[in-house]
């Protein structure tokens, strides 16, 4: 397993030796077992994390209060229904007694919820129950990281330490181990990139044999609908019925694989990209992009629409609406239309709430819960779930990003490029709604751009090792480099773990990993 090499910039492949499918699609030095063998590992390791003591605590944690119960309502009735007003103390009493009636007005739509339905349908209303599914999202997430990682950089080690980085990520642990709806969104906008990933080689591939056939015109061959893309669409269309703020991936990954399409027909050496990858294949684009990802965003809502008694299910009927589906729809429209004025107009005070131009620095992490048993030992324990991203992680961030976007400048390296679109599309858009509405931000929101981050880094990492034909001093500098640095990653994951998973411990313990008077 080696560093990746690192492209050439697209204007110079035609002047270089060798094939031009090879130049386009650069082929995956190594073994293929273990390109699976490496993130499976990692992947393993991610998951005894998350799955280990997954019912501590034994307790609603922070928003469960919303989602365990609106998932148990889905479970028994198809959509939410309204909780007993003591459903928290129910729960923690393992009884199961916690839906009052009526449908409940929700403010996010269901796919996360079905999915936390489905931990409650396997393993009970239990703790470990309705965090089951957020723990498995959140491994898988992981192999797809480092799947995605090597393939963009052609190098199961990287592909690995990317997998390895987050894995290692308190904020995406402490969002694996509580039923929140964060890490389904990040989880269906990296499996859509990872598909565009995919679509990238496969059209890159076509684009290369028609030019060497010589059988296009000068716009390109026409690839017809490319289902990877269609794959991308829909999970999009589930990132943004997992929680709204999955919608800015939207255009942000349109654009980065149309940007993809023209760059690979130029350098194959058409003359006339833009018309052949918006005209001859934008023509796909509504199909993949509006129609798939609306597709699966109205299936989300398919027990609503099946249900006579969900929140509002009748609206239209009520305001003379009769006709068939479209009265389902309209009153599923005006029901969305509520939901959006509230998201909106969420501008209530909280303790911790913080501002997105500070999340990379972490200075206001989310306590999801906090206790003082007496089991430690000592006369003070604590035990804490700290929402917050391992530090040495998302402070090397800072200067990777700024790394990447010199690179992408320079180089115009597609690699750079696509981390920072996937970073802007989860970050950028919090900036507007903070300084215009006001609306009251959390840090964890930004665990939807951490697996872009940990690409990022390692990027950036494979940059410090060197390519394959580097000199030996200067690569085997750069390694004890970069497994330095991954060695303090792991160190601070370590010392941090106990304040990210409820441990039991000494206040003095507690207290000597708060770094910072905004993580009390």
Known sequence: MT?????????????????????LVPPIPGSPVWGWVGPLLVTAFGAFLRLYRLGTPKAVVF???????DAYGILRHGVEINHAKNANVLLVQGKTNILSTGGELVVHPPLGKIFIAGGEWLFGLTPFGWRFAVAVVGSLSILMTARIARRMTRSTLLGCVAGLLLALDGLELVMSR???LDIFVMFWV????????LDRDWSRAKIATAAEAGTADDAGPALGIRWWRAAAGVCIGAAIASKWNGFWYLPALLLLTVLWDLGARRAAGYLAPWRGALLRDGKWLPVTFAVAPVAAYLASWSGWLASPYGYDRNWAALHGNHTPIWSALDSLYQYNRYMLQFGLGLTTGHPYKSQPWTWLLTTRPVSFFYATPKTCGVRSCSQEVLAIGTPFIWYAS???????LAWWLLRRDWRAGAVLMGVAAGWLPWFWFALHDHRTEFYFYAVVFDPFLVIGIALCLGLIIGPARAAPARRGFGAILSGTYLLAVLWDFWYMYPVLAAQVVPYTTWL??????GWI
Not at 5 to 15: I, K, R
Not at 63 to 69: A, L
Request: proline share 4%.
């Open 63 to 69: 928003d469960e209060t919303y989602y365990v119960g």
């Open 190 to 197: 990296l499996a859509a990139f990872g598909f565009l990933v």
């Open 512 to 517: 000597s990993r708060m770094w910072y008077h």
């Open 3 to 23: 560093a990746y090499e690192t492209e050439p910039a697209e204007a110079d492949q035609a002047s270089r030796s060798g094939g031009l499918r090879d130049r």
């Open 398 to 404: 800072i200067p990777v990003l700024l790394a990447c």
């Open 178 to 180: 509580t039923a929140l």
